[in-house]
């Protein structure tokens, strides 16, 4: 930990958290912009989509190995030095003049792009002394938040004003100003591990992360086939591997010690549990709105928005009551938030009102956001700073890689569903998706209810808070 004042504090918040917004944004940058793409270019869309998988399994193989080159480069080189390279990809990139050399770009921005929120997470808990760590998980996870909903209104404004080249361009002026930021406001780093690459390990993690990212992002075409199969056990076996062969050893990419710490590991696997609650219910909601309930694609987005924007205002409230209400009791509370704001989609229907669902998405929101920020801060805060690089690369990587297991999980669900009932009308298609609606989300409200004995037995209350 280092000596700071108040205002060195808010300068390395500030310069950690637009660090992790630029790192987020890039990732669903292109999303909206694949029909554009796909004329400017002449290619078709299995090839231009790409543009987002590739930075996705990019990011995913190289997240595992943040803590492990943290300690073994400096966090904050590597941290100063992705940003630079973010810079000279955003400058290449708007240069591209096929498709195939930006594809290439993108895979780029993700192996270093990707680094930049996990980094940024075990810096915050390697630099801030315990008493500002639940603030800078605030400030984290209002990054990643607006990370996630930023890109589809920004890159739907850029193309309607300007070419697609600024999708990249509008990088530079922030990777220059979080560079600069860097280099003048963070510590210097200890002298970093003089250890060889473990070339090997990283081998091994990267190989089965791209495997299974690969496997479970085509799970909606390749449903639960021999090929689908083949791939897990080939990635679960490259990553099996690495597990045997790091065992013993304190030098790997990942540093699976930290689950010798109790807390750790429960709120880890309360993180896991969370994020299969969660993000299989946030991909069912535009599809129940738009086939279940009619809504249009451009009504959808302006349904979506405030409860995005609710979830991320508390986490500052979520960081305020931190320590007035221990971590068990906040994540109790946080729990019955969001299941009492899921009880309209329990019964939701064809002819529901989208006045009420609009307002328990903002409910559920309310919950996602304190809890959010339990689930990090309790993970992150519950091992030595000098770990917290993998506890953070962990983290990271078991979101990324139950998100895309759960979007494959739940459109195969929905499928099966609609396969099932015979529907094959606009009104049955309807009725099919909203009686889908009622089982996934009844089964996240039993995961999130699963994890409160987990977390009244492993989580601090206000006393151990305040005597930490």
């Known amino acids: ?62 997240i595992p190995a943040a803590g492990y080159l943290g300690d073994r480069f400096g966090y904050k080189r590597m941290f100063t030095g992705i940003l630079v390279c973010v810079l000279g990809l955003s400058l290449l990139g708007s240069l591209a003049w096929r498709i195939e050399l930006l594809i290439v770009i993108r895979f ?18 390697r630099i801030l002394p315990a008493g500002q760590q639940t603030k800078a998980a605030s400030i984290w996870g209002m990054a990643t938040m607006i990370g996630a909903i930023l890109p589809t209104v920004l890159s739907g404004v850029i193309l309607s004003v300007a070419d697609w080249r600024f999708l990249l361009l509008f990088n530079v002026p922030f990777t220059i100003l979080a560079a ?31 495997i299974l990212l690969y496997a479970f992002s085509n799970l909606s075409s390749w449903g639960f086939s021999a090929k689908l199969l083949l791939s897990i056990i080939a990635g679960i076996g490259f990553l099996v591997v690495y597990c ?45 709105l738009q086939s279940g309930l009619g809504v249009s694609p451009l009504m959808t987005g302006l349904v979506m928005l405030p409860c995005s924007i609710v979830s991320t205002l508390m986490l500052p409230v979520a960081s305020s009551l931190y320590a007035k209400t221990g971590e068990k009791m906040l994540a109790v509370i946080s729990i019955a938030i969001i299941v009492f704001g899921s009880i309209p989609f329990l019964i939701v229907t064809p002819s529901f009102a989208l006045s009420l669902l609009i307002v328990a998405l903002c409910v559920r929101a309310c919950g996602l956001g304190m809890f959010n920020l339990v689930a990090t801060n309790s993970q992150m805060s519950a091992i030595p700073s000098e770990l917290s690089g993998h506890a953070s690369s962990l983290m990271n990587w078991c979101q990324q890689m139950l998100n895309a297991l759960m979007v494959g999980v739940a459109s195969n669900i929905i499928d099966m569903r609609i396969d099932s009932t015979g529907a094959n009308t606009v009104e049955t298609i309807a009725l099919a998706y909203t009686s889908t609606a009622n089982l996934i989300v009844l089964m996240s409200c039993v995961l999130l209810l699963a994890i409160i004995p987990i977390a009244l037995k492993f989580f601090r209350g206000k006393e151990e808070l305040r005597n930490k």
């Open 180 to 210: 600069l930021l860097s280099i003048y406001v963070l510590p210097k780093d200890s002298t970093p591990a003089n250890t060889k690459l473990d070339f090997a390990g990283m081998f091994l993690t990267s190989a089965g992360s791209f």
């Open 1 to 62: 930990m280092f000596s700071l004042d108040s205002k060195k504090t808010n300068l390395i918040l500030l310069t950690l958290g637009l660090g992790t917004l630029i790192g987020c944004l890039n990732m669903m940058m292109f999303n909206v912009a694949l029909p554009t793409m796909v004329t400017v270019f002449n290619a078709p869309l299995s090839t231009v989509q790409w543009l987002t998988s590739g930075y996705m399994l990019a990011a995913g193989m190289i």
């Open 108 to 125: 780029l921005f993700g192996l270093t792009g990707g680094l930049l929120s996990p980094l940024a997470l075990a810096m915050f808990y």
């Open 244 to 288: 045997i062969r790091s065992l013993h050893r304190s030098d790997t990419v990942l540093n699976l010690k930290v689950f010798q710490y109790r807390r750790y590991s429960a709120a880890f696997l309360v993180g896991g549990m969370n994020t299969i609650a969660v993000c299989t219910v946030a991909f069912l909601m535009p599809l129940l």
